[in-house]
């Protein structure tokens, strides 16, 4: 078992109409419990690394983390850095070891969004990595990533074959309709159903119709894509959290996109929600608990709880590994 690009996950996910989950990684507990889930539910897997995370818990940890991982599960993993603002974080991760890097250029004009995508390229090409680009923009909050709704937009297909040919990038992560965060929609973007929850905008399945019949083969990627489950939101917030209409994407609609031309959809927002309700029941129903051990123990159980729900229920991606 070893670090691998997802070349030859993007190629079995798009024959098979799965997607590969991209969960974000800032711990060890985070670690286990994606990898245990993929390994029980015998699913390939990416752990995804924001510039936040190495911050926060270093890349020779996040490297050693994955390293362990792999040898603890049995499964083959690639190790993926999310959004990355610009070549020097990019070859940093390459050096390091990266199997996979993003090059974030969709905040520059479409010319300098491929120089610059296209330099990564021609590095991680050489190093024996591969490279996700973007193209549209899209809003919300995460990390370092802050896009207004007013800056945001969908990608435009016209531009799609163009980017694509000219970079060489190995996959593309379009805008058409998630955003970054937990608080994805304003209420004035949403409608309300029978039970008074807000029901986000639909995404844009036409686009990525588009695109697909422009690159036809050719694996896409979904940021911003975690659902915001209501029974965590509503527990956090009954034990003393403060999360007012947190609005996901519906999990149908990501499930059918995954059955498209998208070989591999981010989640890390409903990663966060399942711990942080994990500790806050803890804190709530045992206040004499002071082992860290004691709360991440059950923080750790219900992210691979949600990880192994995103594989089977929206991934479509348990048992690929036995295919």
């Known amino acids: 078992m070893a670090l691998v690009t997802t070349t030859e996950m993007f190629k079995k996910a798009y024959a098979g109409k799965y997607a590969i989950g991209a969960f974000n990684i800032n711990n060890m507990e985070i670690v286990q419990a994606i990898t245990e889930a993929a390994g029980e539910q015998r699913s390939p897997v990416i752990l995804q690394v924001s510039a936040g995370a190495r911050k926060y ?3 020779v940890y996040l490297m ?22 610009d070549f020097e974080i990019c070859k940093s991760c390459i050096d390091g070891g990266f ?8 905040h520059h004009s479409f010319e300098d969004n491929i120089a610059l995508t296209k330099k990564v390229v021609e590095y991680a090409h050489a190093h024996g990595c591969v ?32 980017f694509v040919s000219r970079t060489g990038v190995d996959s593309l992560a379009i805008a058409i309709g998630t955003s970054h965060g937990a608080y994805k929609f304003t209420a004035d973007q949403c409608t309300r159903n029978a039970d008074g ?19 036809p083969g050719f694996p896409i990627v979904l ?10 939101v509503k527990e956090i917030n009954t034990l003393g959290g403060k999360l007012p209409d947190a609005v996901g994407i519906p999990e ?17 927002s409903d990663i966060r929600l399942a711990m942080t309700a994990g500790i806050r029941r803890v804190f709530n129903e045992e206040p004499q608990v002071f082992d860290p051990r ?30």
């Open 197 to 215: 929850v807000l029901v986000p905008p639909p995404l844009r399945f036409d686009i990525l119709e588009e695109i697909e019949k422009r690159l």
């Open 99 to 106: 199997s996979s890097v993003m090059i974030d250029g969709s």
């Open 64 to 85: 050693a983390l994955a390293k362990a991982a792999i040898e603890d599960s049995g499964v083959d993993l690639a190790l993926h850095l999310d959004h990355g603002a």
């Open 223 to 232: 940021h911003g894509a975690s659902s915001v489950p209501q029974e965590y």
């Open 252 to 268: 149908e609609q990501l499930r059918k996109a995954a059955s498209m031309a998208v070989c591999k959809i981010n989640i890390d």
């Open 57 to 59: 818990a270093k890349h």
């Open 131 to 162: 490279v996700e680009g973007e193209l549209g923009r899209l809003a919300g909050i995460e990390d370092d990533v802050k896009v207004s709704a007013a800056d945001s937009s969908y990608t435009q297909p016209d531009e799609v074959e163009e």
């Open 294 to 323: 004691e709360y991440l123990k059950v923080a750790r159980a219900e992210v691979k709880k949600m990880v192994a729900h995103k594989i089977v229920d929206v991934l479509g991606s348990n048992g690929a590994l036995d295919k």
